[in-house]
């Protein structure tokens, strides 16, 4: 059974960092590719981070130089490194992977920034 686990979310006070973490267990976590979304209250989700299997990475605009991607293919874990949070970056985050055939979600961590 495949299982993307978010953790890491919180309150925090804009100007400061979080780190999520997804681990995810029951797939070949190396021939993923890792993302994480982004969805607010009554918004589409959106992309905010994505990191290949072969460790590319790419941004949505809104995030870059902000957030930074990684993943630990030991651990079978993906990060989300938030730094600099605004009230705008307050959202549900989800950690999605993708591989050619298959495409799973955890079912999110909640981060607060307030102002």
């Known amino acids: 059974q495949v299982q993307l686990v978010e953790s890491g979310g919180g309150l925090v006070q804009a100007g400061g960092s979080l780190r999520l973490s997804c681990a995810a267990s029951g797939i070949i976590f190396s021939g993923y590719s890792m993302s994480w979304y982004r969805q607010e209250p009554g918004k589409q989700r959106e992309l905010v981070a994505i990191i290949t299997s072969g460790r590319s990475t790419n941004y949505a605009d809104s995030v870059k130089g902000q957030f930074t991607i990684s993943r630990d293919n030991a651990k079978n874990t993906v990060y989300l490194q938030m730094s600099s949070l605004k009230p705008e970056d307050t959202a549900d985050y989800y950690c999605?992977?993708?591989?050619?055939?298959?495409?799973?979600w955890g079912q999110g961590t909640q981060v607060n920034v307030s102002s």
């Open positions: 999605n992977a993708h591989s050619q055939f298959r495409d799973y």
